[in-house]
């Protein structure tokens, strides 16, 4: 433990972890590892921060209510079940992201940054505030068959996704899009799709601006 944090080299189980302020290091020990129990920031202070590393899976299926930062830099970090990281300030994505486990159809986190992968499987990613603590530009993939939506702050994709459900920017929020997407985009918010890509079909009821961009 440092002052910092703590690190576990492999964390299951039904417990309530308490944060307060610091930050969780897990998975240094390679294993696959389910955590159904909740992570918090509790009563000794706020902003607890969850990092995965280690090149094996970490589960959580439990509703997490820490606020800090979840950064992802070996491994896979995966949702499954009703778990939550939806009040967690950001992702950084440096690995892997897995929420195709998520039986809700869809989940929230407040920003996606970083050059790893996400899978959605059939699900929906929300983000939330895509001005969020890490800032808001993702250029790895995101695949399967679901879709990715921006329902606050502004985003921004820059890599080659092949997701190939839909792209949704909602009323008031913003996507930038150097990138592509596999599927349709529908955009009542502020969308620029400045040298990239919308393979499906666009529906735009909001401000959308095609500098150099291909639309199907």
Known sequence: MTQDGVSIGSLSGAGTVVLGSKDLSVGALDKNDTI????????????????????????L????????????????????????????????????FDISGVTTGSSSIQSLNG???V?????????????ATFGNTFSGVASGSGGLTVSGGTETLSGANTYTGVTT????????LPGS??????????????????????????????????LA
């Not at 899978?119 to 001005?131: C, F, M, R, S």
């Not at 920017?169 to 930038?176: F, K, M, N, R």
């Open 36 to 59: 159904s129990g909740v992570i918090e920031d509790g009563h000794a202070g706020s902003g607890g921060s969850v990092t995965k590393v280690g090149t094996g899976t970490t589960t």
């Open 61 to 96: 299926t439990g509703t997490d209510t820490y606020t800090g930062a979840t950064t992802i830099d070996n491994g896979t970090l995966a949702l499954s079940g009703t778990g939550s990281i939806a009040q967690s300030t950001g992702v950084q994505d440096n690995a892997a």
């Open 115 to 117: 050059a790893g992968t």
């Open 119 to 131: 899978a959605l499987g059939g699900n929906t990613l929300d983000i939330t505030n895509g001005n």
């Open 169 to 176: 920017v909602a009323s008031g929020a913003g996507l930038s």
């Open 181 to 214: 997407v596999a599927g349709a985009l529908t955009t009542a918010g502020t969308t620029d799709v400045n040298g990239g890509t919308v393979a499906g079909t666009t529906t735009n009821t909001g401000t959308l601006t095609a500098e150099g961009g291909t």
